[in-house]
T-cell receptor
Framework: EAQVTQNPRYLITVTGKKLTVTCSQN?????MSWYRQDPGLGLRQIYY???????DKGDVPEGYKVSRKEKRNFPLILESPSPNQTSLYFC????????????FGPGTRLLVL | AQSVTQPDIHITVSEGASLELRCNYSYGATPYLFWYVQSPGQGLQLLLKYFSGDTLVQGIKGFEAEFKRSQSSFNLRKPSVHWSDAAEYFCAVGTFGGSEKLVFGKGTKLTVNP
């Protein structure tokens, strides 16, 4: 089954404790992206990657890092999480640069205390 | 800058009634438009998309949307709503070249009364 998977689905952590949220897709998509969803703000892009070793900032990249060492994986790293990073995070992928729709993972709900 | 406005934060309809969710966009070039649905506790599922051609596009679950360039609108419609359609709906415009992303509206929450 074609899908985007994220782990963990739920995470409670404390301020300053480094964490990684994994994202993997099995569709051989070139493009991958991370979004955060907050009430009243909708979804906002954090980072995106056009291909392996190619990443770029989205609208709200502060406090986040990403890497794309393999085509299928695009982990989101919070080196020193803060309470304002409490949010619902979505990973998405798209085939390539064509104007195709993005396919979203199930989301990761993060609470930073 | 690109933007998407969904004027209705919350809409309530009765089961079997027709539905129209509004979406207005601002984008300098030819827009690539999408509607996504998010059921409670779920990710986003693509309902339909518009890239070019016929301005009335059909999607899954009986939804359709009409692109009106003169009004900068891409409204979502369904002739008869089912209780299972209760969810949050997001309109998005795709930007390509340079910053590649989806710009989302803030969403419209749909409640369906029996």
């Amino acid at each position: 089954e074609a899908q985007v998977t994220q782990n963990p689905r739920y995470l409670i952590t404390v301020t300053g404790k480094k964490l990684t949220v994994t994202c993997s897709q099995n569709m051989n998509h070139e493009y991958m992206s991370w979004y955060r969803q907050d009430p009243g703000l909708g979804l906002r892009q954090i980072y995106y990657s056009m291909n392996v070793e190619v990443t770029d900032k989205g609208d709200v990249p502060e406090g986040y890092k990403v890497s794309r060492k393999e085509k299928r994986n695009f982990p989101l790293i919070l080196e020193s999480p803060s309470p304002n990073q409490t949010s619902l995070y979505f990973c998405a992928s798209r085939r390539d640069r064509t104007r195709e729709a993005q396919y979203f993972g199930p989301g990761t709900r993060l609470l930073v205390l | 800058a690109q933007s998407v406005t969904q004027p209705d934060i919350h809409i309530t309809v009765s089961e079997g009634a027709s539905l129209e969710l509004r979406c207005n966009y601002s984008y300098g070039a030819t827009p690539y438009l999408f509607w996504y649905v998010q059921s409670p506790g779920q990710g986003l599922q693509l309902l339909l998309k518009y890239f070019s051609g016929d301005t009335l596009v059909q999607g899954i679950k009986g939804f359709e949307a009409e692109f009106k360039r003169s009004q900068s609108s891409f409204n979502l419609r369904k002739p008869s709503v089912h209780w299972s359609d209760a969810a949050e709906y997001f309109c998005a415009v795709g930007t390509f070249g340079g910053s590649e992303k989806l710009v989302f509206g803030k969403g419209t929450k749909l409640t369906v009364n029996p």
